[in-house]
C-alpha cells in the first residue's frame, strides 16, 4: 500500500509560486516608482507593472501605506475638492482604465477580501455562478477559507455560510458549507484505514441503487489530501475505474462540478488550476474575470506547478497561451505574474 508523504498544507509536491518576497523591499521607493508613473501628463504603465506585479500581497499593502503616508492630502485639500490624492486605489483608478485596471485593483486588494468580493459577485450576481463557487471554495486548505470568511464577514456584515444557504440547494450546497466547515483533517494520514474508506465510497455510489451523495460527501470533506490519494487507489483496485469515474457517472449538474473540482485538486491542485485557466481563454472571447482571479491568486502559491502542468496538458507554455489571448498592459501584468 502506498505511504502518507506531506509537505507544506497537507500537499506532497512542494508548491513553486511565481511570485514572492523580494529581497530589499522598498515600500516607500516603491510608492514613489508608483506616483512618478502617475504624476504629470501620461501615464507610464511599465513601471506600474514593474512595480506590482513583482511583490506580494503583503507588500503591495505596505506600499499603499507608505503612498498614503507620503503623499496623502491634508484635510484642507480635501474639503477644496481635490480628494485624497494620496489614497493610491483612488489614483490608480483615475490613471488607468479596462481589465488593466481591473487586475491591477485586484492585485491592490488584500488577497482574502478580494476572493470574498469574488464570491459575492458569484451569489448576488443575475444568477449564481457556480464554477466560481467551486473554483474558491472547494480547492484551498483551512486557513485559506478561514481568511475568506472572515474577510467577507467584516466586509459584508453577513456570514459567508448564510449566503450560501440562500442562494443554492440540496446536496450543492451542503458541499460548499462543508467545504466552509474549514475542519478538514490536514496532517493525519493513516494508511490501514485507505481500504475501509474507498469500500465505503464504492457502497456509497456504484455499490448501490441510487447515490448516497452524503456519503461521498463527508470522506472527500473530512480526510487529509494524502490519505484521499490512498484511497483513491484502493477504490481503483476495488472496482477497476477510477473514483472520477464514479462521480463521472453518477452524478450530474452543479454536485458534480463541485464533487470533481474537489477530486481533481486531491489528486493534483495544479492540474485543476492550469485546466480551469486553459478554459477561461478557450472558445469564444475570453472570461476575463476568471482569468484574472486564477493569476491573482495563484501567483504566490503554486504558478510555477500550475505552468507546468499546462505545458504536460496542452503542450505549450501557459505564457504563450496567454499572449495569444489577450493584449496590451493587461496581457504584460499578467505575464509578469506568471513568469515571475
Given at each position: 500500500?502506498?505511504?502518507?508523504?506531506?509537505?507544506?498544507?497537507?500537499?506532497?509536491?512542494?508548491?513553486?509560486p511565481?511570485?514572492?518576497?523580494?529581497?530589499?523591499?522598498?515600500p516607500?521607493?516603491?510608492?514613489?516608482?508608483?506616483?512618478?508613473?502617475?504624476?504629470?501628463?501620461?501615464?507610464?504603465?511599465?513601471?506600474?507593472?514593474?512595480?506590482?506585479?513583482?511583490?506580494?500581497?503583503?507588500?503591495?499593502?505596505?506600499?499603499?501605506?507608505?503612498?498614503q503616508?507620503?503623499y496623502?492630502?491634508?484635510?484642507d485639500?480635501a474639503k477644496?475638492?481635490?480628494?485624497l490624492e494620496?489614497?493610491?486605489?483612488?489614483?490608480?483608478?483615475?490613471?488607468?482604465?479596462?481589465?488593466?485596471?481591473?487586475?491591477i485593483?485586484?492585485?491592490?486588494?488584500?488577497l482574502?477580501?478580494?476572493?470574498?468580493?469574488?464570491?459575492?459577485?458569484?451569489?448576488?450576481?443575475?444568477?449564481t455562478?457556480?464554477?466560481?463557487l467551486?473554483?474558491?471554495?472547494?480547492?484551498?486548505?483551512?486557513?485559506?477559507?478561514?481568511?475568506?470568511?472572515?474577510?467577507?464577514?467584516?466586509h459584508?456584515?453577513?456570514?459567508?455560510?448564510?449566503d450560501?444557504?440562500?442562494?443554492?440547494?440540496?446536496?450543492?450546497r451542503?458541499?460548499?458549507?462543508?467545504?466552509?466547515?474549514?475542519?478538514?483533517?490536514?496532517?493525519?494520514?493513516?494508511?490501514?484505514?485507505?481500504?475501509?474508506?474507498?469500500?465505503q465510497?464504492?457502497?456509497?455510489?456504484v455499490?448501490?441503487?441510487?447515490?448516497?451523495?452524503?456519503?461521498?460527501?463527508?470522506?472527500?470533506?473530512?480526510?487529509?489530501?494524502?490519505?484521499?490519494?490512498?484511497v483513491?487507489?484502493?477504490?481503483?483496485?476495488?472496482?477497476?475505474?477510477?473514483?472520477?469515474?464514479?462521480?463521472?457517472?453518477e452524478l450530474?449538474?452543479?454536485?458534480?462540478i463541485?464533487?470533481?473540482?474537489?477530486?481533481?485538486?486531491?489528486?493534483?491542485?495544479?492540474?485543476y488550476?492550469?485546466?480551469?485557466l486553459?478554459?477561461?481563454?478557450?472558445?469564444?472571447?475570453?472570461?476575463?474575470?476568471?482569468?484574472?482571479?486564477?493569476?491573482?491568486?495563484r501567483?504566490?502559491?503554486?504558478?510555477?506547478n500550475?505552468?507546468?502542468e499546462?505545458?504536460?496538458?496542452?503542450?505549450?507554455?501557459?505564457?504563450?497561451?496567454?499572449?495569444?489571448?489577450?493584449?496590451g498592459?493587461?496581457?504584460?501584468?499578467?505575464?509578469?505574474?506568471?513568469?515571475?
Amino acid at each position: 500500500m502506498a505511504q502518507c508523504v506531506t509537505t507544506r498544507r497537507g500537499a506532497d509536491i512542494m508548491e513553486i509560486p511565481t511570485v514572492t518576497h523580494i529581497a530589499s523591499f522598498d515600500p516607500s521607493g516603491d510608492a514613489s516608482v508608483l506616483r512618478k508613473a502617475m504624476k504629470g501628463l501620461g501615464t507610464d504603465e511599465a513601471a506600474i507593472i514593474g512595480v506590482l506585479s513583482h511583490r506580494t500581497s503583503d507588500q503591495r499593502q505596505q506600499i499603499l501605506l507608505k503612498y498614503q503616508q507620503a503623499y496623502g492630502r491634508d484635510e484642507d485639500g480635501a474639503k477644496a475638492g481635490k480628494g485624497l490624492e494620496g489614497d493610491l486605489i483612488k489614483d490608480l483608478k483615475s490613471e488607468l482604465s479596462g481589465k488593466f485596471e481591473d487586475t491591477i485593483i485586484a492585485l491592490m486588494t488584500p488577497l482574502p477580501l478580494y476572493l470574498a468580493h469574488e464570491v459575492h459577485n458569484a451569489i448576488q450576481g443575475i444568477g449564481t455562478n457556480e464554477r466560481t463557487l467551486v473554483e474558491v471554495l472547494c480547492t484551498r486548505d483551512n486557513a485559506s477559507l478561514m481568511a475568506i470568511k472572515n474577510a467577507y464577514f467584516h466586509h459584508y456584515r453577513k456570514k459567508l455560510e448564510d449566503d450560501l444557504r440562500g442562494d443554492t440547494s440540496g446536496d450543492f450546497r451542503r458541499l460548499l458549507i462543508s467545504m466552509c466547515a474549514c475542519s478538514r483533517d490536514e496532517t493525519s494520514c493513516d494508511p490501514a484505514l485507505a481500504n475501509g474508506l474507498a469500500q465505503q465510497l464504492y457502497k456509497a455510489g456504484v455499490g448501490k441503487v441510487g447515490t448516497d451523495e452524503g456519503e461521498f460527501n463527508r470522506i472527500l470533506s473530512c480526510y487529509s489530501y494524502p490519505l484521499l490519494r490512498i484511497v483513491f487507489e484502493e477504490y481503483k483496485k476495488i472496482k477497476g475505474k477510477s473514483f472520477g469515474d464514479a462521480l463521472n457517472s453518477e452524478l450530474s449538474g452543479d454536485l458534480k462540478i463541485g464533487m470533481m473540482a474537489v477530486y481533481d485538486s486531491i489528486l493534483n491542485r495544479a492540474a485543476y488550476f492550469a485546466k480551469e485557466l486553459h478554459n477561461s481563454m478557450s472558445g469564444m472571447g475570453t472570461n476575463d474575470r476568471a482569468l484574472i482571479r486564477l493569476v491573482v491568486s495563484r501567483a504566490e502559491i503554486d504558478m510555477g506547478n500550475i505552468k507546468s502542468e499546462y505545458q504536460k496538458i496542452y503542450g505549450k507554455p501557459l505564457e504563450k497561451a496567454i499572449k495569444s489571448d489577450i493584449s496590451g498592459d493587461y496581457k504584460q501584468l499578467l505575464i509578469g505574474m506568471v513568469e515571475g
